[in-house]
């Protein structure tokens, strides 16, 4: 069964349009975080939720909208695409049960999105 | 601003050899983590090392740290073409943001 699962896969899209992505993991953690991965590979997170509350968000345009239904989905909205949105980005989950974090987190495979 | 740099950025062995990575970070640290990436996929967990730990093995992987010259390395011994990757470091700094901190990454390649 795959832990944490992300769609969709690929996503191509014309510039000013709205999209989503959509995780899930199984794994039963209680953190979930969103990072994007540019073309140089450069890792940045952007938002991270625990028990749905947001506890991370970066200096992100506030075109980004995460949303975490229950822990075991975050969600992420995207408003008025733009060209310099275009990257593959990840969502992970980790453990943080107990005020102790487990340090470790599980990567979906990414969704790789284009804007045209 | 970015915590973690690696050194070098992209490296071609034989299959058999030694690869050797490093990464720098700027900041203080809870713990350092190296990250496997495959083409086109999400990132593996592969070690952490705690920041009062000096060296640790897992399998063919041996992590060492210096929190001196905040630097870490990453050995893979005895390569294998399935080791041909991109491997990130990623530090958990230790104001306990809840943020890792990722390198841009080494892309491995192992020639059979």
């Known amino acids: 069964d795959t832990a944490v699962s992300q769609t969709p896969k690929y996503l191509v899209t014309q510039m000013g349009n709205d999209k989503s992505i959509k995780c899930e993991q199984n794994l039963g953690h209680d953190t979930m975080y969103w990072y994007k991965q540019d073309s140089k590979k450069f890792l940045k997170i952007m938002f991270s939720?625990?028990?749905?509350?947001?506890?991370i968000n970066e200096t992100v345009p506030n075109r980004f909208s995460p949303k975490s239904p229950d822990k075991a989905h975050l969600n992420l909205h995207i408003n008025s695409l733009e060209l310099g949105d275009s990257a593959v980005y990840f969502c992970a989950s980790s453990s943080r049960g107990g005020g102790r974090h487990s340090y470790e987190q599980y990567f979906g495979p990414g969704t790789r999105l284009t804007v045209t | 601003s970015q915590q973690g740099e690696e050194d070098p950025q992209a490296l071609s062995i034989q299959e058999g050899e030694n690869a050797t990575m490093n990464c720098s970070y700027k900041t203080s640290i809870n713990n350092l983590q190296w990250y496997r990436q495959n083409s086109g996929r999400g990132l593996v967990h592969l070690i952490l090392?705690?920041?009062?730990?000096r060296e640790k093995h897992s399998g063919r992987l041996r992590v060492t740290l210096d929190t001196s010259k905040k630097s870490s390395s990453l050995l893979i011994t005895a390569s294998r073409a399935a080791d041909t990757a991109s491997y990130f470091c990623?530090?958990?700094?230790?104001?306990?943001?809840?943020?890792?901190?990722f390198g841009q990454g080494t892309t491995l390649q192992v020639k059979p």
């Open positions: 090392i705690r920041s009062n730990e």
């Open positions: 939720y625990n028990n749905k509350e947001l506890i």
């Open positions: 990623a530090a958990w700094g230790s104001s306990n943001t809840g943020k890792l901190i």
